[in-house]
């Protein structure tokens, strides 16, 4: 059974930072490509970043320079580390690997 739980979100002020985990069981991990989506009030689902099994990551313009994903194949976990936030990064998170997604982590930037 494919497990995928988020952890890490809250509230935090511009300019602030965060770091989201992604713990995930029930695959091969260390194979898989990672992904990160956020999907703002209102708006349509977006992917943030992607971390393949080998090779570089990707970003959203929106959130490139001051967004990195990271993962420990080990401990089976992605990271995104998050710095700079902005207002407009308030989402709730998800994990995404295949067609599997987690139950997504609210992270709110306010003041």
């Known amino acids: 059974q494919v497990q995928i739980v988020e952890s890490g979100g809250g509230l935090v002020q511009p300019g602030g930072s965060l770091r989201l985990s992604c713990a995930v069981s029930g695959i091969i991990f260390r194979f898989s490509t990672m992904r990160w989506y956020r999907q703002a009030p209102g708006k349509e689902r977006e992917l943030a970043a992607s971390i393949p099994m080998r090779g570089n990551a990707n970003y959203a313009d929106s959130v490139k320079g001051r967004f990195t994903i990271s993962r420990d194949n080990d401990k089976k976990t992605v990271y995104l580390q998050m710095n700079s936030l902005k207002p407009e990064d308030t989402a709730v998170y998800y994990c995404?690997?295949?067609?599997?997604w987690g139950q997504g982590t609210q992270v709110t930037v306010s003041s």
């Open positions: 995404n690997t295949q067609d599997m």
